[in-house]
Structure formats: structure tokens, C-alpha cells
């Protein structure tokens, strides 16, 4: 149940990622000018997008890292099983001597 809520969450966290380095203005034209990221002050304050959306990036990159690892952790414990009962373990380490003539 929770390893499918993770799943969920970190599909949504890469998308929301992929969002924000598209919109991100880099040093030509790109498509964060487009939706006026080169000249739009009023969202984001004097500073311009780029220090909000590379704090903003940097944030949903960790949160996604962190989910994954936590998911890889959930998916291991959930997928360890013992293959061998002890029992079968013994069986197979005893060694049968056989003569040579």
C-alpha cells in the first residue's frame, strides 16, 4: 500500500521536475521565455524565476532521490524471503562419501 502511494508520489515529482527545468531561463532563448520568464517580475519578485525555480528544482530533486531510495529499501524488505528452509539447508551440505575402488 505505502510502496504504491511512493510510487504514485515520485511519478508526480518527476513530472512536476520536468516542468521546472523546461521553464528554467537558460542563456539563449528558451521555453521559460515563452511563458514569460525572461520578462516577468511581478510572480517571482525583482530577483527574476531563476534563483525561486533553482531553489524550487534543487527541492523536488531531493524529495524525489529520498523517495526512491526509501522505496528501493521498501521494495527489498518486501521481496526478501527465505528460499531454503533450514532443514533443506542440512540436507544439502551433507556430503556423501563415496568409495573410490
Known amino acids: 500500500m505505502i510502496i504504491t ?8 515529482l518527476a513530472i512536476i521536475l520536468i516542468v521546472l527545468v523546461i521553464l ?3 542563456k539563449g532563448s528558451d521555453l521559460g ?4 520568464g525572461g ?6 519578485g525583482a530577483v ?5 525555480l ?7 530533486a531531493f524529495l524525489f532521490l529520498v523517495l526512491n531510495l ?10 526478501t524471503e ?12 551433507n556430503v556423501v562419501e563415496i568409495p573410490i575402488e
Open 48 to 52: 527574476g524565476p531563476s534563483n525561486f
Open 5 to 12: 502511494a511512493i510510487k504514485i508520489i515520485c511519478i508526480i
Open 54 to 60: 533553482g531553489k524550487l528544482t534543487a527541492f523536488i
Open 33 to 36: 521565455s515563452a511563458f514569460g
Open 82 to 93: 527465505t528460499l531454503f528452509t533450514e532443514e533443506e539447508i542440512q540436507e544439502a551440505t
Open 24 to 26: 528554467q531561463q537558460g
Open 39 to 44: 520578462s516577468s517580475n511581478s510572480m517571482f
Open 70 to 79: 526509501a522505496q528501493a529499501v521498501l521494495l527489498k524488505n518486501a521481496n
